[in-house]
């Protein structure tokens, strides 16, 4: 069972992800609002003339290849990070287990 302060937390963390959604409801890129950083500093970079000297070796074919490759990006960093985090967990509390012995 739930005790108090943790249904508190959790109506916390609903209202914090709850507002920014009910405050910018049908705003998108168009007025300016969800812009990514990318894009102002690509736009900034081109407004000095500057070419690049060379190009991508292999461009997605869609935003959605795109979003996909990053998506498994994170999840395999989010792999590898759990595992070095467990893998030191479990021999802190190995360790721990030994010297109780």
């Not at 990006?73 to 721990?96: D, H, M, P, T």
């Amino acid at each position: 069972m739930l005790d108090k302060k943790s249904v508190i937390l959790l109506a916390l963390v609903i209202i914090i992800a709850i507002i920014p959604l009910a405050m910018y409801n049908g705003m998108g890129e168009d007025e300016g609002y969800f812009g990514g950083s990318d894009g102002a500093a690509g736009e900034a970079i081109e407004e000095t003339g500057y070419q690049p000297w060379f190009s991508s070796i292999w461009e997605p074919p869609s935003g959605e290849i795109e979003s996909l490759l990053f998506a498994l990006q994170a999840a395999i960093g989010s792999v590898i990070i759990g595992y070095v985090l467990g893998y030191y967990k479990g021999q802190a509390k190995e360790r721990k287990r030994i010297e109780e012995e």
